[in-house]
């Protein structure tokens, strides 16, 4: 579904990404962990198509397709989803008017007609329910005044309506309380299947006590330098990331 | 006084053509007020109030000041694509500066009086005490230009306890086929107790000349009555204008004013409050959306003379292209003003590095106990937020289209009239893009 070879990229004039190489099939979970600054988040802008980063070599292959090449929405109408680390608050434009937007957008990119009001709000209430989310809260001016928790769940309220092929999560649980974590996993959870990825990028491993990965990368200094299955995340728990560095700096 | 008519001083050429224009209707006070256009001259930029906006000089550069008044050949045809569909109101049209009674449909009654202001100061005991009494020609030399030169203008009496259900609304159209055109209107409102009214102004021209309106309305609003004033600025001609509102509150008496300013060379509007009682509640609401070289100035007072009274003030603007937008808001709260409650706010948004925005909050306040608050903002359009909806599969435009809109909605959403509140969404929907 994803293949990302050798990709490297800059923000400003600082190099962040050194060459990453990973391969996405459909149905995988995949977490991303590693070091504060080793450009987890990068890579999952550069992926969605942030402006502010340029990419300075390297492939990204998506569904057959060269994703560096699309614009942010044509990424999304072609089934990329970033969940953002910091939601966006937009006063005047309510979640349920945009997402209205947004779909009929996706849709009409896909060849379909555009969902009247009626299938509209239907598919809200149906997607409203799985993530736990309050319609009143949708209907305000989008993210404005909403807690840490409530900007994430309208992340993944959002997810589950465009229903993308490819989601990346970047760093879904900053910010969470226990509760808040269980809601906005058992959401993403619900809306795993095998046809989807996910893309899970997270400093700590208690995010994927709930979404369980099928791998596990590290990042460090802009390259994936380990890779292995769930039980390097609980070692990264318990070990910290020194060995890692320690191990990189050896070689 | 001595004019010579080959001096190039811009405020002699005007007060020379004035006067040639008043002949026989040179009124002492009229005479005075030329007098005071002499004094004061014409704002140059060094003038405080007029430090942004540049009136006179494009003025000076534009216009001839021809004596004789252009005449025009406006159909009712002309007339119809400049209506507001889908209004019911009583309509008042002047050409050229000169009430046209074959394109207009208002009527007076009981009421209702609308009588030309010409007659009303001579006929009308109640017109002589409230004509002049509000907008003092001595602060500004426009307003002594209007005073000297108003051709036409009506004198609205709003009768006691009385709600008047369809707007009164006035067409200024400047016809400019047969050349450069020079208009000045001066109306005078009085709302009686208890009663609500709405006004509507709206501005166009025909043909492509130079065209230029001077427009004083001033006004009181007596005891509890309620007055509704819009004004749509939408002239895809060389449109110059000055205009002074200016609205004399009494006791729990409401005032809510809207200005759109969506088009023009440059317009300079001013507005004044004066809040006279108490338990007044007052709305300022603007939206200045401006393109190519428009120049929009609002230049607003809200002067709170005595306690427990409410303002409110709130203003936006987008600025597209090489166009200016200026705003400057004095709050005053006098010394009786105690309790006072006044908010003042002004958000802009620049869409290119040419636009450009002065701001300027004047808070005043001589009272202890008072709730005052003002903020301006400008800047440009969240890139953050384009990235996030576009990340959602909504394109660049659309993504632009929506957080403008969103961001000019704040005002159009407090348009109370139905058929207007559509009128005006659409002609902001227009203009915005607006494709969702």
């Known amino acids: 579904m994803l293949s990302i070879k050798n990709l490297q990229a800059k923000i400003d004039d600082k190099q962040i990404l050194n060459g990453i190489n990973l391969e996405i099939k459909p149905g995988e979970v995949h977490a991303i962990m590693g070091p504060n600054g080793s450009g987890k988040s990068t890579l999952a802008s550069v992926l969605a198509g942030r402006e502010e980063y340029e990419v300075t070599g390297g492939e990204v292959d998506f569904l057959g397709k060269d994703l560096l090449e699309m614009a942010p929405e044509e990424r999304a109408r072609e089934g990329v989803f970033l969940a953002f680390q910091y939601p966006v608050e937009i006063p005047g434009v309510s979640t349920i008017n ?29 997607k409203m329910k799985l993530v736990e989310i309050d319609q009143s809260l949708l209907n305000r001016a989008l993210n404005e005044g909403f807690s840490g928790g409530e900007k994430k769940r309208n992340e993944i309220f959002q997810m589950a309506m465009l229903e993308p092929k490819l989601a990346i999560l970047d760093e879904t649980d900053s910010g969470l309380d226990i509760d808040a974590l269980r809601i906005v996993s058992n959401g993403v959870n619900k809306l795993r299947s095998k046809n989807n990825a996910i893309i899970v990028v997270t400093h700590y491993q208690r995010l994927l006590n709930y979404i369980v990965p099928d791998y596990v990368h590290v990042l460090y200094k802009g390259k994936i330098v380990k890779s292995g299955t769930k039980e390097l995340a609980l070692e990264l728990e318990a070990k910290g990331y020194d060995w890692i560095k320690d191990e990189v700096s050896v070689a | 006084m001595s004019i010579t008519t080959t001096d190039k001083n811009i405020t002699t050429q005007v007060a020379s053509s004035i006067e040639q224009r008043l002949k026989a209707d040179a009124t002492p006070q009229r005479l005075q007020a030329l007098q005071t256009l002499n004094t004061l001259q014409l704002p140059t930029t060094k003038n405080e109030e007029y430090k942004h906006t540049p009136l006179t000089r494009l003025l000076e550069k534009n216009f001839t000041f021809a004596n004789e008044i252009s005449e025009s050949t406006l159909r009712a ?32 009654s009981t009421s209702l009086k609308i009588v030309p202001l010409k007659e009303a100061i001579v006929s009308s005991d109640l017109a002589r005490q409230h004509f002049g009494a509000y907008a003092n020609f001595k602060e500004d030399a426009f307003t002594a230009w209007n005073t000297a030169e108003w051709l036409d203008g009506f004198f609205i009496h709003v009768d006691d306890n009385v709600v008047i259900d369809k707007p009164v609304i006035f067409y200024h159209i400047n016809d400019t086929q047969a050349g450069e055109v020079r208009s000045s209107i001066r109306n005078l409102i009085v709302v009686g107790k208890n009663s609500e009214v709405t006004f509507i ?102 002067d709170h003379k005595k306690p427990n ?128």
């Not at chain 2, 507001?84 to 002047?94: N, P």
Request: charged share 25%.
């Open chain 1, 98 to 126: 945009f997402m209205k937007t947004a779909v009929n957008q996706i849709r009409e990119h896909r060849g379909q007609q555009a969902l009247d009001a009626v299938s509209f709000l239907q598919m809200m209430k149906e």
């Open chain 2, 77 to 108: 045809e002309d007339l119809n694509s400049l209506l507001i569909d889908g209004l019911e109101a009583d309509r008042i049209v002047f050409v050229n500066g000169k009430f046209n009674e074959s394109l207009s449909s208002a009527k007076s």
């Open chain 2, 201 to 302: 102004e709206k501005f166009d021209s025909i043909g492509s000349g130079n065209h230029l309106s001077t427009l004083v309305t001033e006004g009181v609003v007596h005891e509890n009555a309620g007055l509704n004033y819009y004004t749509i600025q939408n002239d895809k001609g060389n449109r110059y204008q000055y205009g002074l509102m200016e609205f004399y509150q009494k006791n729990s008496s409401r005032v809510n004013t809207y200005t759109f300013t969506l088009d023009g060379k440059a317009v300079r509007n001013n507005l004044h409050l004066k809040l006279d009682g108490e338990g007044i509640e007052s709305h300022m609401y603007g939206l200045y959306l401006l393109g190519g070289d428009t120049l929009a100035d609002n230049h607003t007072v809200v």
């Open chain 2, 309 to 436: 009274s409410f303002s409110n003030e709130l203003y936006k603007g987008i600025m597209d292209g090489n166009s200016k937008g200026v705003f400057n808001g004095k709050i005053y709260v006098r010394p009786d003003a105690q309790k006072t409650n006044a908010f003042q706010a002004n958000r802009n948004v620049l869409l290119t590095d040419k636009a450009t925005v002065n701001t300027k909050p004047q808070l005043e306040i001589w009272a202890d106990d008072v709730k005052c608050s003002h903020g301006c903002t400008s800047g440009q359009i969240d890139e953050e937020a384009i990235f996030y909806l576009q990340a959602r599969g909504i394109s660049k435009e659309t993504a632009r289209a929506m957080m403008l809109y969103a961001f000019a909605g704040e005002v159009l959403d407090n348009i109370k009239h139905p058929a207007l509140h559509a009128y005006i969404d659409k002609l902001v929907s227009e203009r915005l893009h607006k494709n969702f």
